[in-house]
């Protein structure tokens, strides 16, 4: 019987809605140009160390996004950032209240009177509580 390292425990296949979200967050860091760079790069690194935080294997996020663990982990970031509810739309296809209802109130608001929308764990942990599959109605 084999060993697995520790870093490859865990779900053997990265979550759908977090895959498109990394995807999306990806295609944006390579269209920003001007002030939209910094907070694009910033939310990435929040959202991977969201997803880490969250248990999410450092290969799975490095296999979405044609990178090695290594440059996961460097990059990965303290997942505080606050993201508005246009974004979290924009970003998951899902509006924040639809997105709450799927993940069984799982998206939290951030608790901070100087920023509205949700915290980037929040949004996280919310994207892998979904179904992966979502049906419509």
């Given at each position: 019987?084999?060993?697995?390292?520790?870093?490859?425990?865990?779900?053997?296949?990265?979550?759908p809605r977090l895959a498109d979200l990394l995807r999306r967050?990806?295609?944006?860091?390579?269209?920003?140009?001007?002030?939209?760079?910094?907070?694009?790069?910033?939310?990435?690194?929040?959202?991977?160390?969201?997803?880490?935080?969250?248990?999410?294997?450092?290969?799975?996020?490095?296999?979405?996004?044609?990178?090695?663990?290594?440059?996961?982990?460097?990059?990965?970031?303290?997942?505080?950032?606050?993201?508005?509810?246009?974004?979290?739309?924009?970003?998951?296809?899902?509006?924040?209240?639809?997105?709450?209802?799927?993940s069984g109130g799982r998206l939290a608001q951030a608790r901070s009177e100087a920023a509205a929308g949700y915290p980037t764990?929040?949004?996280?942990?919310?994207?892998?509580?979904?179904?992966?599959?979502?049906?419509?109605?």
């Amino acid at each position: 019987m084999s060993r697995r390292a520790v870093h490859d425990v865990g779900p053997a296949v990265l979550h759908p809605r977090l895959a498109d979200l990394l995807r999306r967050l990806q295609h944006a860091e390579r269209t920003a140009t001007g002030e939209q760079r910094r907070p694009t790069f910033r939310l990435m690194r929040d959202v991977l160390g969201a997803a880490i935080a969250a248990g999410v294997p450092v290969r799975l996020l490095a296999d979405c996004l044609g990178t090695t663990p290594g440059s996961v982990r460097n990059r990965a970031g303290r997942h505080d950032a606050v993201v508005s509810p246009t974004l979290v739309a924009e970003l998951t296809g899902l509006t924040p209240a639809r997105l709450d209802r799927l993940s069984g109130g799982r998206l939290a608001q951030a608790r901070s009177e100087a920023a509205a929308g949700y915290p980037t764990g929040a949004l996280v942990q919310a994207l892998l509580a979904t179904p992966a599959v979502i049906g419509r109605r």
